[in-house]
């Protein structure tokens, strides 16, 4: 029988995004960051004249922020240690929203962390994603973990057998997310990975149902 396996999104799941991109255009855009709700599109205003930034602008932004800023980022508090855990009892990789030309750069990020895992990228929904990486390694049981509700709905659409966790592990962020175990999508919401770890574990021993 092949092993478990955990398949686990990046940012704000093992490392910090908002909070490190909210220090960078402060710094080199002259842009305030605030989460009030969970438009993201409406968090950034320019310092100078409370203008709120375009769209465009926004996504140019993060564009920069992952081709040369990614070494600020720093890890989840016990997201390094979990995962370390975790790839003792199964397989883990990570499925993470960018381009396929960041893959290199984020496997070696994750690396320079302690995390050595395969890396899929995507665009989009990652249910299609997941899928394909179940029919490589047909695993005997898996977890999904990721912190947008989106793509927990988009999973349990496209493989409700995945076992799928709301974890977000970013302050910042966490209270203006909406809950997809509220929704139904997920099993479970925990957003710190000292408790999430009992709950992952268990389920790839099979030892829960919910």
């Not at 908002?18 to 710094?27: I, S």
């Not at 100078?48 to 720093?74: K, S």
């Not at 997920?186 to 829960?208: E, F, S, T, Y």
Request: proline share 6%.
């Amino acid at each position: 029988m092949n092993r478990p396996l955990v398949i686990s999104d990046c940012d704000e799941v093992l490392l910090h995004m908002v909070a490190p991109f909210k220090a960078y255009v402060a710094e080199c855009h002259g842009i305030d960051f605030a989460m009030k709700d969970n438009d993201f599109g409406k968090a950034m205003r320019y310092a100078a004249d409370g203008r709120q930034v375009e769209p465009a602008e926004i996504w140019r932004l993060l564009n920069l922020f992952f081709d040369t800023e990614m070494y600020r980022q720093v890890p989840i508090l016990g997201a390094v240690e979990g995962i370390k855990a975790l790839s003792d009892h199964a397989d883990v990789v990570i499925l993470t929203n960018l381009g396929d030309a960041r893959r290199e750069a984020r496997t070696r990020q994750l690396a320079d962390h302690g995390i050595n895992a395969r890396v899929f990228t995507n665009e989009g929904p990652k249910g299609p994603a997941l899928r394909a990486i179940l029919d490589e390694y047909r695993p005997s049981r898996a977890i999904f973990i990721d912190d947008l509700p989106q793509h927990h709905a988009s999973v349990s659409e496209i493989a409700p057998d995945v076992r799928r966790l709301h974890l977000c592990g970013e302050p910042l962020l966490a209270p203006h997310i909406s809950c997809a175990h509220e929704a139904g999508h997920a099993h479970a919401r925990i957003d710190a990975w000292p408790d999430a770890l009992p709950w992952i574990m268990a389920h790839v021993h099979g030892d829960k149902n919910d």
